[in-house]
Nanobody, 127 residues
Framework: QVSLVESGGGSVHTGGSLRLSCAASGYIIGSDYMGWFRQAPGKEREGVAAIDTRRGTTVYADSVKGRFTISQDNAKNTVYLQMNSLKPEDTAMYSC????????????????????WGQGTQVTVSS
């Protein structure tokens, strides 16, 4: 049984940083794409970043490029999202996803392509 558990969310002020973790069990990192998505109240879910865990290739939404970094630690079977220079518009529930065998650097942001999802961790950025 696959389980993805996110942690690291919290409340920060504008300009602050957080590092989210997504620990996987029952699933081996290094087999396909994993991604981070977020959803704010009243808004649609959006892809934030993804990593091809086979090659280490990373992709980002334009809104977070240069501020967020996705990475993987195969030994810990964990994917991270380092978030710097946070803005109030980054406030959302952040979830990690895995099991995307159809993903590519063009189509990584389609949530329906991912099989496994975590419960999410809340990130709140205040001005």
């Amino acid at each position: 049984q696959v389980s993805l558990v996110e942690s690291g969310g919290g409340s920060v002020h504008t300009g602050g940083s957080l590092r989210l973790s997504c620990a996987a069990s029952g699933y081996i990192i290094g087999s396909d794409y994993m991604g981070w998505f977020r959803q704010a109240p009243g808004k649609e879910r959006e892809g934030v970043a993804a990593i091809d865990t086979r090659r280490g290739t990373t992709v980002y939404a334009d809104s977070v490029k240069g501020r967020f970094t996705i990475s993987q630690d195969n030994a810990k079977n964990t994917v991270y999202l380092q978030m710097n220079s946070l803005k109030p518009e980054d406030t959302a529930m952040y979830s990690c996803a895995a099991g995307c065998t159809f993903c590519s650097t063009t189509y990584w942001h389609v949530g329906g392509y991912y099989i496994y999802w975590g419960q999410g961790t809340q990130v709140t950025v205040s001005s």
